[in-house]
């Protein structure tokens, strides 16, 4: 049905007058959409991607979003209808609901998860209890105690409430059993009623009253002797701010005159000045300009005009240039055409810390026409953002995962920076959706064109390169002709430590960090483990302190002095007796971000020092003041995770040192060579980005390891051949599909015993592609077993269409055996 379509126009269309219905998209995991009928006083104003109000079951409400409207009766069941209609326009587009569809059908979820997911919160309507009144009971209140007395009075005058002003009229918390009591008595009725979250800015603004627009009276009034001064002063302000900035809000005038609120009051009694509400942005934009202050440099115009000419002919096409290269400058040059052609763009970052750096940049070439999306911002925020949006008003955005899903209204490109990072992968909850991929289909809902960019492309995308699938487009040299950054590999087992523990510095790279503290450079240390010491052990009997929810060693965090668990959260005292034997002496095994901190701030205490990690990064302009600071070389040494390395561009970083890179190439995945090599590579490029060549220190005791003579040599092809070869022989990705179903109970053998039915099942059809069911390498978390299922298919569309339907079948049959209904089972489609 075309977009903007009205229930009155289908119906007109129709030769027969049936009745009409809605299907509709509620925010529940419901196996399919439930049927509404739309009641005759609604024909003329539904539209399809407006939201509704409908119940399901007794009197549960729920907002939900018209996805089809049609003339089919369900024969199975009664449809009820709907109750409100609580859009004049449509929410979403029809090409978003298409997009949540494939979404639910290729990752093996609901409508409902996707719409859960895409929403911002504050447009997703919450039920709220409401009591109301009973007409018949009267007024008769004299066998009640106080606090019934309190709300039945409240509820005779104003004939309903919230649940929020009961519970202010007792000022308790203990609501629930008054209103129970009340209820028994037949005093009232409890019913649930849909509140809207989202409320508009408002702000007060001082204007002159038409009176004194005449200049001879406004002349009057300050030639006139007053008997209060500090308002002739507030006066005198108000109209020197009119004149230099040409509005004036309350707030800006009180600080501007030291007045008080009563000041104002007084002028506005006089009828001189006058004060009105205004709605504002909570997200003031900036003057919509385009400026382009650069150049590109021979190499990168070649790029950028290939990459033209190659999504003249493809959908997709990937930009393969190495770190450095100035793959953002091309960005920012299709955008910049996409905004004259009047066109849509999409800017995507695997992470939130990247887009602090890069909005930046990008506010400084696109003004006004840009804004940011994520999740850091405040659900009021996201909904003025979705708005600006979906009218069009907002040209270019930059977003990290969830940006997918907003409402463009004329999309013409999509652009996926760090295109092989997994955090595109959404994890937990469902949808378990790779935006990369999801991507790629909504930009074929608007013929729309779509670049990905990496130095280090996933194997996937680059093997679809060579089936002519994607194009592909080599930058292969560095902005300004800067060398890419010397590797130097050093074998930490040559190096002995008194205790015998893993070495954090070694002597070449304190070395080298000390001579570039010399010249004034800065350093980066990378170190994929946060905390101080990922786990202590009692060096009597071996005991390790775990998670008493999990599977797993707890993690030292010497900044809290706590234990916490890296899967589920929880937080415990440290331990100082071994649970065990009884002893004292514990040994910390080795180091996370917080302990290397502390190791450079012992080595170099005259450096400035900070940490970039999920622990020292919370609020949503942590980011972008940490990465400021370190810009201004107010910072000389930034240790952190993957966040510091993932597409920052620091000017003055000569230095990276990978403290341990024995834990990145000892991961169980068929990924973890290319994972292991990208993370690296891409280290290795904050180095050296304007000058001199950059250097690279990899710690690591694996020496022989394949993959580091490939990082040496900068060398992704070779790597690509090593890795293509491994998946061929071994049935991986780029050559097959996997599917993982994950099972989890709290109880271990219902666990196994589901796992065990359902790869029983899978046998008959599917015995020789599947692996398990087995346990995973952390079998419990959150106090929950887990036993998996891997589904490794052939890349045959009927094949993996069949399987998903068999999957799906399955997991109804084994919830629905009562022994078996507690027990969760996850598909997860392509998982990373």
């Not at 101080?532 to 071996?542: D, E, F, K, N």
């Not at 002496?585 to 970039?612: D, H, L």
């Amino acid at each position: 049905m075309a977009e903007g379509v009205t229930a009155k126009t289908l119906t007109l269309n129709l030769t027969t007058k049936a009745s009409l219905f809605a299907e509709v998209i509620i925010p529940l995991a419901l196996p399919r959409n439930y049927t509404w009928a739309i009641p005759s006083h609604l024909l003329s104003a539904v539209k399809i991607g407006c939201r509704v109000e409908v119940i399901l079951g007794k009197n549960k409400r729920y907002a939900g979003i018209i996805k089809t409207l049609h003339t089919n009766k369900p024969k199975e069941f009664e449809p009820k209808e709907i109750l409100n209609l609580l859009d004049e326009e449509p929410l979403v587009y029809e090409k978003q609901l298409q997009l949540w569809q494939w979404i639910s059908n290729y990752y093996m979820c609901t409508e409902g998860d996707v719409m859960q997911a895409a929403l911002p919160s504050n447009l997703k309507l919450s039920s709220e209890t409401i009591i109301s009144y009973h007409e018949d009971y009267g007024d008769e209140f004299t066998d009640f105690d106080d606090e019934e007395f309190l709300v039945a009075e409240a509820l005779l005058i104003k004939k309903e409430l919230k649940l929020s002003e009961v519970q202010q009229i007792l000022d308790a918390s203990h609501v629930y059993p008054v209103i129970k009591r009340l209820i028994e008595k037949g005093v009232c009725v409890v019913w649930e009623a849909l509140k809207e979250k989202y409320k508009e800015r408002k702000e007060s603004y001082v204007l002159l009253h038409t009176d004194y627009h005449d200049e001879e009276k406004l002349a009057e009034v300050l030639n006139k002797k007053s008997n209060a001064p500090k308002q002739m002063e507030l006066l005198l302000s108000y109209l020197h701010l009119i004149k230099t900035t040409g509005e004036v809000t309350q707030s800006e005038l009180l600080k501007k005159a030291n007045a008080s609120p009563a000041q104002l009051k007084g002028l506005v009694e006089k009828n001189i000045l006058k004060v009105e509400k205004r709605s504002i942005d909570r997200m003031p934009s900036l003057p919509k300009d385009v400026h382009i202050d650069f150049d590109l440099s021979p190499a990168q115009q070649e790029a950028l005009q290939s990459v033209t000419k190659v999504l003249d002919e493809k959908q997709v096409c990937l930009l393969k240039g190495v770190t450095s290269s100035g793959k953002t400058q091309i960005y920012i040059n299709l955008i910049d055409q996409l905004i004259k052609s009047g066109k849509q763009a999409l800017y995507m970052l695997p992470e939130i810390a990247l887009t602090a750096q890069i909005i930046r940049r990008l506010q400084k070439h696109f003004g006004g026409y840009i804004t940011i999306y994520h999740s850091k911002f405040n659900p009021n925020e996201r909904v003025e953002i979705w708005n600006k949006i979906k009218t069009g008003e907002t040209k270019v955005v930059l977003g990290a995962r969830s940006s997918l899903f907003l409402p463009f209204k004329d999309l013409g490109l999509i652009i996926i920076d760090e295109e092989h990072d997994p955090s595109y992968k959404q994890q937990e909850p469902a949808p378990r959706y790779h935006a990369r991929d999801a991507a790629i289909y909504y930009a074929s809902l608007f013929n729309a064109k779509v670049l990905l960019g990496s130095a280090t492309p996933s194997i996937e995308s680059f093997y679809n390169t060579t089936l002519n699938k994607y194009g592909l487009v080599n930058l292969t040299e560095r902005f300004g002709n800067v060398q890419l950054p010397v590797i130097e590999i050093v074998d930490v087992k040559t190096i002995i430590t008194k205790n015998k523990d893993k070495i954090i510095l070694t002597p070449q790279l304190t070395e080298a960090i000390q001579k570039e503290l010399d010249k004034e450079k800065q350093v980066i240390l990378f170190q994929n483990r946060r905390g101080y010491t990922p786990y202590q052990i009692c060096g009597t009997c071996g005991w390790i302190p775990q998670c008493e929810n999990c599977a797993v060693s707890l993690t030292f965090h010497k900044a809290k002095n706590k234990l916490q668990c890296h899967y589920c959260g929880t937080s415990y005292p440290v331990v100082y007796t071994c649970a065990a034997c009884g002893n004292h002496n514990f040994v910390q095994k080795n180091f996370g971000t917080e302990k290397i901190e502390e190791a450079i701030t012992e080595s170099f205490p005259n450096a400035k020092v900070a940490r970039m990690d999920y622990d020292s990064i919370k609020g949503k302009h942590d980011h972008d003041a940490l990465i400021k600071l370190f810009e201004q070389k107010r910072i000389d040494i930034l240790a952190g995770t993957q966040m510091v390395v993932k597409g920052l561009d620091f000017e003055h970083v000569s230095l990276v040192g990978i403290v341990d890179a024995d834990a990145l190439l000892n991961f169980t995945d068929f990924r973890v060579n290319e994972r292991a090599f990208q993370l690296m590579e891409q280290v290795s490029g904050r180095a050296g980005r304007r000058g001199d060549q950059g250097k690279v220190i990899i710690q690591v005791s694996n020496t022989k390891h394949p993959v580091l003579e490939f990082v040496q040599k900068h060398d992704y092809e070779e790597l690509y051949r090593f890795e293509i070869e491994n998946r061929k022989n071994f049935f991986y990705p780029p050559y097959s599909r996997i599917i993982q179903v994950i099972l989890k109970h709290k109880e271990k053998h219902l666990a196994e015993e589901a796992a065990n039915i359902m790869a029983q099942f899978l046998q008959t059809n599917y015995g020789k592609y599947i692996i398990g069911p087995a346990e995973p390498v952390v079998n419990r978390v959150r106090n929950k077993y887990l036993m998996e299922i891997l589904l490794k298919l052939p890349r045959e569309a009927q094949i993996i269409k069949d399987c998903k339907r068999d999957l799906l079948q399955q997991i109804a049959m084994i919830q629905s055996n009562k022994s078996y209904r507690s027990v969760t089972i996850l598909p997860d489609v392509d998982p990373v």
